[in-house]
């Protein structure tokens, strides 16, 4: 099927010239860093198509990002577990717009001791990011192949390495990214490029979307802490430049924070003595009170201890203000970005 002509765009300042006029598909782009990524490429010239599961929420990023940018942004429903769906996703957009650029972002954090999860927590966690960054590269790299474009996969510092009470997310984001460097291996003499992100903390607003399990007080404000420290965590926005920077110039593999990479080097030299250190933090963290439902960040309550209040209202304030910026807002589906 022959493709439509691509829509005019206006004159926008740093545009990128590996990426003005190409066609961009971000998966997981309703919210959070899929949503960043989404704004920065429509930044740099892409006509970007943002997918996800929840059409009013994508609808609602779609808006903001015409407003902040000027673009052209499209929206598709779509549920990156079915293969059929994200088949059918970017069939349309490739018959649209073309299609230069893929990034696979969906995904899902789950945040409990292992004594509080089972095989179905660890199931939803490999099809949401496995599954869906499979899906996405699967049927993206034949229009891939035509256009010589750029692959994204997103996975994650808690992928290099296993993190306590993030171990459902740590092992879907290692299979993300063992697909991604065996992809680049493959495709790069089709002139393809795959780039593997492993970002460390961000302040994406997560905190409100992710689930929590055991007592889920305690580890929403753990987590929320961290996630929004300063020493340990980065700006969302910042690192969506930095990612799209690295998918411009078609780089093999991007590690985001000092702490992530720190904890990457640390990790190749001595496995050992990392497992022994991640072990003794381990302890730190809050026990389990069994298992049950998991519950967002909005609905999991604060910690019951004063010390753990005080040190979640410090630590989270800056990921509290990027809830806005990146369409945190509300409540999402169970399983999403």
Not at 230 to 257: K, N, Q
Request: charged share 25%; glycine share 12%.
């Amino acid at each position: 099927m022959p493709r439509s002509p691509r829509p005019a765009r206006s004159p926008r300042p740093a545009r990128s010239p590996r990426l003005g006029g190409l066609s961009a598909v971000v998966t997981g782009g309703s919210r959070g860093l899929g949503l960043l990524i989404g704004q920065e490429l429509a930044r740099q010239g892409c006509v970007v198509t943002l997918a996800a599961r929840d059409g009013d929420e994508l609808e609602r990023a779609a808006a903001r990002l015409r407003e902040r940018t000027g673009a052209t942004v499209r929206v598709a429903v779509c549920d990156v577990r079915e293969q059929a769906a994200v088949r059918e996703l970017l069939r349309a957009t490739h018959a649209r717009d073309g299609l230069d650029v893929v990034v696979a972002n969906a995904g899902v954090i789950q945040v409990a001791p292992v004594a509080a999860v089972g095989a179905e927590e660890f199931g939803d966690a490999m099809d949401v990011m496995f599954g869906g960054a499979l899906h996405t590269a699967l049927e993206a790299l034949p229009y891939l192949r035509e256009s010589r474009g750029r692959l994204a996969l997103i996975g994650s510092v808690g992928g290099l390495l296993g993190v306590p009470h993030l171990l459902p997310y740590s092992c879907a984001k290692a299979a993300v990214g063992a697909l991604a460097e065996g992809l680049r291996a493959e495709t790069t003499a089709d002139g393809v490029s795959v780039t593997a992100v492993h970002p460390g903390l961000m302040r994406t607003g997560s905190h409100r979307q992710a689930e929590f399990g055991g007592d889920t007080g305690a580890e929403f404000g753990w987590f929320s802490a961290a996630a929004g420290a300063p020493l340990l965590s980065m700006d969302a926005e910042r690192a969506a430049r930095r990612i799209v920077a690295a998918v411009a110039r078609r780089r093999a593999r991007l590690v985001l924070t000092p702490a992530a990479k720190a904890a990457q080097l640390t990790h190749g030299i001595a496995p050992g003595l990392t497992t022994r250190l991640t072990a003794v933090g381990a302890r730190l963290l809050p026990s389990t009170e069994g298992r049950g439902p998991l519950r967002q960040g909005h609905e999991a309550g604060e910690p019951r201890h004063a010390v753990a209040r005080r040190l979640r209202a410090w630590g989270s304030a800056l990921n509290d203000r990027a809830v806005k910026r990146a369409n945190q807002e509300r409540p999402g589906p169970r399983t999403s970005s």
